[in-house]
């Protein structure tokens, strides 16, 4: 099976979706559940075959596209894009799960909310997978479509207003990039043939002054910054995950934005090398304010959606760091933390959402001990917030620490800043934890429900891949090293050597 | 025997009890307690089968190591979960998995009546899996894994009571603090794998001469400074007092002797590099020094008993911080003294709870008195591990304490005279404060409230408090026979410096006993022979206000870091939405602004919309013109 | 005669009828001015032809006549349907698209 037929199997779904009948909303969720099993059981199998030892891109495919410009239908992945993707595939039908009655109610019915998901997930396969700039460049762009209807449609609160915002901030970030991408096009041309082949477009670098280096890379790194969200292009995310369902935050905010991260590493870095040396202290300094300022912010807020997206923010922070550090602990850990992120942060959603949907409202004070009332409820809440404050022994501690333990071989003071993170990570956690679980039954809590069984399917395996990749995250490591490790090599690094100095 | 591949076997048993309790749910209420004491027990029957095997061993060999898996590989970055068991951490099994054991069964009792009994247990477990994790990493991440992790078990069970809210805060604050702790411990790990490339305990031993004092000494501070979080010392202490929230077991078990005193773990696991970082042992012991006083103090004033042990528990731990930060002559006297505090004040805990468990929950010792009659165990039981406290020969603490007294005394020069001075200084406020709450409790006259009648706990409780007091008894005595615990000690640290005897030991034993004979003759003179008030007189000298008020310690925190952290978090909400958000919506309301300027010339008159073409040819006519010309 | 002339006819003619365009009201004379602008633009095309001594001039000018028809076609039929809905033949009234 080949990345594109993986690549169209949500679009099939989508497609066996449209003949079923709305009125059927049963089927058509089973369907689209059923539809995101399948594609996540063909990447997981598909993933068995990738080789950890080569560094090159793997499972490529290329066909001509538009040949006139040297457009190619070209796919491919490395260890770093394979992660996300899995990480994708996975996350899917447990937001389908998860969310299995938050469709209804929707302005547009509930057939089109999950048709919107699955073919979201064949844009999101295939932005991790293409190798053609533009392919990636129309992917990229056209996943904005289905989540703006997913946040507009089904959310609640000021979803247009969220939704509008959301769709600016990405379309202004697009435009940059793509003005730079245009550029690099007429760069190529100038220099051989037109071509958006990323192998070939790495290899420009020589031949670009530093001003057109800088420029177009400012393109492409303002575009990802505002994806991934860095401070200080982030006030899109707060809205966007208050306004939308738990499973379009989680798609938001577990997936969407992890293009952002990945992009730095896949186009930021191999494009514009030297460009990217130029920029390294900026984006530092962005990237450690991003860990403070979300994690202050997530202390201050007091809608609990909002509160995981500035947690978000400063998480993106770490992975920023970890990819600009340029050492091979700091790269490896920054992919692992995305993955991480993906099922810490969907963890606390999915939790959230069933809060939400209960209680009726996402106000943290609204909220107080639920662990008696709803014993399970919390204890996954619970966890999922030690999760997302790194405790060791749960995933996150490990890619967490290899991003400090990596930059601080290189930039030691701005590991150190960023470890002050790990305290605001205890704050920003426990205190909504004391405020929902803890201390008295607040009327209007007495009669929640506990967690269901279709509810507890949905968390099991999240927490279990948890705690499982906490203790034994070797696999993930074993993909993602080469490629991390290919890429420290390629930006013209080595890890700094241990600076024992022979004697005292 | 055991061999090396059962080591994980210590942790795995603690581990699987608390997943499995608190995974099968209500179903296991009936028996949960027993399952989770069953594993407890198992783990330190495998402690005793290994310690066996290891004293049968050559010296040498005595350290065991058991690789489980690669835990985190990348690039030169290497760690195994991996344990090792020598002679230093197989004192830590014993005492975490026996104290633990005894705790166990004595909760059974002490909880009989609480619904979530099983919940407890579980926690309980996790917290002596955790624990040991933490004494038998091989490496300073392996450590720290298990650092976090009673971290947590600390937080679950200081808020066990959490529909308090005031529970619920102290447990918060307990991690919280925690956490800026082990930010320290973070920086060590990073700055050992930046300097040094590995986080092996064994291998940074091996490094150490190779690296520079500066490096050396920026670890050690960085670990003194997790030290201090964990084993609440200066100047991150305040969390002690308020994690008395928690159920008494808890505080014996975790509060006492086992997780606060994790801090001495690690400085004497690290002495390869306090030894070689004079600056950083030198600013252990002024830590030790300042909360040997501090907790003391405190433990003065206070009338909550708990609290007053948990003052206490401060103060004895700085001793032993004192202990350890005085090198290779002060480690083994350091883990002594954190042995026999392990027996003593945890029986001494689980005393204060028997206490409690026949005084309706009273803590305030001002509503107690005279129960010396009505609960002779307890009583005998606290009075042993109070004789062992204050120092009384032969009891434990006069053994532990007395050498680390003379230590302090022989480490010379001015130093010497200044830490031998506080640590009998210290020693006669123990004597003062323990001789109080002694007599408040037990000796005076009652003062009980009315409906309490104080009645002798069930046995589940008394026979752990007893095995703690034959060992609050025996313990010192065996530890000294013949040098036992030193001696067992010696191949983990570098050799003790010869030196000068400056106080022959017999003086300092004089001393020491004379300190104790001034405490407890002060606080039977202010408290025996003249009555109490059941309400704490408040027309008290400042001192004493202060000391109540933990000396400030929280109003100090509060004002120098929770309140502007509060300020600065409002600050920023404020900026966000006005400033980064407004200057988004800024750019948005000036095209909408632009757009409705721009509207106007919309007017929807056709005439003017030809007019404007009009003038726009006439224009570009004209533009053309003047090009051309 | 001096070709020429014709075309500074053309052009007064074209102005005539860009101000009228410009300031009537009624649709009915705003549309005659129209063609007069048109024919304006014929007659220049008709002119430059003779000056150049070729053909494309006056078949360019046929174009323009053809156009010229279909647009009055369709515009008096606007016209008249507006004035059927409205009333008035007054341009100005006209101005819904405002908003």
């Not at chain 1, 550090?325 to 939790?351: C, E, R």
């Not at chain 2, 078990?153 to 959490?162: P, T």
Request: charged share 10%; glycine share 10%.
């Amino acid at each position: 099976m080949t990345l594109t037929i993986i690549m169209f199997l949500p679009l099939v779904g989508a497609a066996l979706l449209a003949l079923v009948p709305s009125a059927q909303e049963r089927l058509v969720k089973q369907v689209a559940l059923a539809t995101t099993i399948v594609v996540a059981v063909a990447t997981l199998i598909k993933a068995l075959n990738f080789n950890v030892e080569n560094t090159e891109l793997q499972f490529r495919q290329s066909y001509s596209w538009i040949p006139s410009f040297g457009i190619n239908w070209a796919l491919g992945v490395d260890g770093i894009a394979l992660v996300l993707i899995l990480m994708s595939v996975i996350l899917a039908p447990l937001v389908i799960l998860g969310g299995w009655n938050e469709s209804e109610g929707g302005r547009f019915g509930v057939k089109t909310f999950y048709i919107l998901i699955l073919v979201l997930e064949t844009m999101v396969i295939g932005v991790f997978a293409a190798t053609d700039l533009f392919l990636f460049y129309v992917f990229f762009e056209a996943m904005l479509v289905p989540i703006y209807f997913l946040i507009g449609g089904y959310g609640s609160g000021e979803r247009a207003a969220a939704a509008v915002k959301f769709l600016l901030y990405s379309l202004f970030g697009g435009l940059l990039m793509l003005a730079s991408i245009i550029g690099l096009f007429v760069i190529s041309g100038q220099n051989g043939e037109v071509t958006f082949d990323i192998t070939k477009l790495s290899e420009l670098h020589t031949v670009m002054s530093s001003t057109t280096q800088n420029i177009l890379f400012l393109g492409f790194f303002i575009a990802f910054a505002i994806k991934a969200p860095l401070w200080p292009f982030h006030t899109w995310l707060p809205d966007a995950a208050k306004s939308g369902t738990a499973g379009t935050s989680i798609l938001l905010l577990g997936i969407l934005d992890k293009v952002g991260t990945y992009g730095m590493i896949r186009f930021c870095l191999s494009i514009f090398p030297d460009a990217s040396k130029t920029f390294t202290p900026v984006i530092i300094v962005l990237a450690l304010i991003s860990i403070l300022y979300g994690a202050f912010l997530a202390i201050g807020a007091k809608d609990i959606k909002r509160l995981i997206a500035y947690t978000s923010i400063s998480h993106f922070g770490f992975i920023t760091l970890g990819i600009f550090a340029m050492t091979t602990q700091s790269q490896s850990g920054a992919t692992l933390y995305m993955f991480n992120h993906g099922f810490s942060t969907a963890a606390l959603f999915l939790v959230v959402g069933w809060m939400i949907i209960r209680r009726g409202s996402s106000t943290i004070s609204d909220f107080g001990g639920l662990q008696r009332i709803t014993p399970i409820m919390a204890w996954s809440f619970f966890i999922a917030g030690l999760s997302g404050l790194a405790l060791p022994g749960l995933s996150s501690f490990v890619s967490e620490f290899l991003v400090l333990v990596g930059t601080y071989t290189r930039y030691p003071a701005a590991a150190i800043i960023a470890t002050f993170g790990i305290v605001l990570a205890a704050l920003y956690i426990l205190i909504p934890v004391q405020r929902a679980l803890h201390g008295e039954t607040t009327p209007g809590n007495e009669n929640l429900k506990d967690l269901n069984l279709r509810e507890k399917i949905t968390i099991a395996p999240v927490i279990a891949i948890i705690i499982f990749l906490g203790f034994y995250p070797s696999p993930l490591l074993k993909i993602i090293n080469p490629a991390a490790a290919y890429i420290v090599q390629q930006q013209g690094y080595s890890d700094p050597v241990p600076t024992m100095n022979g004697g005292k | 025997m055991v061999t090396a591949s059962s080591l994980v076997y210590l942790i795995g048993l603690p581990l699987f009890g608390a997943a499995f309790l608190l995974l099968i749910g209500r179903k296991a209420d009936k028996w949960g307690h027993i399952f989770a004491t069953a594993m407890s027990a198992g783990s330190f029957i495998l402690g005793l089968l290994h310690f066996f095997e290891m004293s049968s061993r050559a010296t040498e060999d005595r350290a065991i190591t058991q690789t489980l898996f690669t835990w985190i590989e990348v690039g030169s970055f290497k760690v195994d979960a991996a344990l090792l068991l020598d002679q230093l951490s197989i004192c830590f099994v014993l005492l975490i998995s026996g104290v633990g054991t005894l705790i166990h069964i004595y909760s059974i009792s002490y909880m009989a009546h609480d619904e979530n009994r099983r919940r407890f247990f579980a926690y309980l477990n996790l917290f002596i899996a955790a624990m040991l994790l933490l004494v038998l990493g091989n490496s300073y991440l392996n450590l720290y894994v298990g650092w976090e992790g009673v971290g947590l078990a600390s937080y679950l069970l200081i808020g066990f009571w959490n529909k308090k809210p005031a529970y619920a805060t102290a447990s918060k604050k307990a991690f919280v603090m925690n956490r800026i702790g082990d930010m320290g411990l973070s920086f060590a790990i990073m700055i050992a794998f930046a300097t040094m490339g590995t986080v092996l305990f064994e291998g940074v031993k091996e490094s150490v001469d190779r690296v520079g004092t500066p490096t050396l000494t920026a670890i050690g501070i960085m670990l003194l400074i997790a030290a201090t979080g964990k084993s609440a010392q200066f100047p991150l202490q305040a969390w002690l007092g308020d994690a008395m929230a928690g159920p008494t077991p808890v505080s014996a078990l975790i509060h006492a002797a086992t997780m606060v005193t994790a801090g001495v773990y690690l400085i004497v696991r690290s002495n390869f590099i306090f030894d070689a970082a004079p600056t950083a042992q030198l600013l252990v012991v002024i830590v030790g020094a300042i909360t040997l006083i501090f907790g003391a103090i405190i433990g003065m004033a206070k009338d909550d008993i708990k609290k007053a042990l948990a003052a206490s528990t401060m103060s004895q731990i700085g001793y032993m911080i004192v202990g350890a930060g005085l090198g290779p002559a002060g480690y083994a006297f350091a883990i002594m003294h954190l042995l026999t505090h392990g027996f003593f004040k945890a029986g001494m805990f689980l005393g204060a709870g028997s206490v409690m468990h026949g005084m309706n929950d009273e803590v305030n010792m001002r509503k107690y008195g005279g129960l010396r009659k009505v609960m002779p165990i307890t009583f005998v039981t606290f009075g042993l591990g109070y004789l062992a406290i204050i120092g009384v020969p032969p009891f434990a603490g006069f053994y532990s304490k007395d050498e680390i007294i003379a230590t302090a005394f022989n480490s010379g020069g001015a130093q010497g005279i200044i830490l031998g001075s506080v640590t009998l200084l210290g020693a006669v406020i123990t004597a003062f404060y323990m001789t109080r709450v002694m007599v408040l409790t037990f000796t005076s006259k009652a003062r009980w409230d009315e409906g309490v009648h104080p009645h002798e706990s069930p046995v589940l409780m008394w026979l752990p408090m007893a095995i703690l007091a034959i060992g609050s008894v025996t313990a010192g005595y065996l530890f000294t026979q013949g040098d036992a615990l030193v001696s067992w000690l010696a191949p983990l640290f570098a050799k003790k410096e010869e030196y000068d005897e400056l106080m022959p030991h017999s003086v300092v034993t004089v001393l020491a006993i004379t300190a104790v004979i001034i405490g407890v003759t002060a606080a039977l003179m202010k408290y025996q022979f003249k009555s109490v008030d059941a309400i704490a007189p408040s027309d008290v000298s400042l001192a004493t206000r202060l000391a109540r008020n933990d000396l400030g310690q929280d109003l100090f925190n509060e004002a120098i870091f929770m309140r502007p952290g509060q300020a600065l978090t409002q600050g920023l909400v404020i900026v966000d939405e006005k400033v980064i958000d407004g200057a988004v919506h800024g750019i948005g309301s000036m095209a909408v602004g632009s757009g409705a300027t721009l509207r106007r010339t919309q007017s929807g008159y056709v005439r003017s919309y030809a007019a404007l073409i009009l003038v726009g040819a006439l224009v570009l006519l004209a533009a053309i013109w003047v090009v051309t010309q | 005669m001096d070709p020429y002339n014709y075309l500074y006819l053309a052009a007064l003619l074209f102005t005539i009828g860009a101000v009228g365009v410009v300031v009537r009201r009624n649709a009915i004379v705003v549309f005659m001015c129209i063609e007069l602008m048109l024919n304006a633009g014929n007659l220049t095309l008709v002119t430059f032809s003779r000056i150049n001594g070729d053909l494309n001039g006056q078949v360019v000018a046929f174009f323009t006549m053809v156009v010229a028809a279909c647009e009055v076609v369709v515009g008096l039929a606007i016209i008249v349907a507006i004035y059927r809905s409205r009333r008035s033949a007054s341009i100005d009234d006209a101005s819904l698209l405002k908003r």
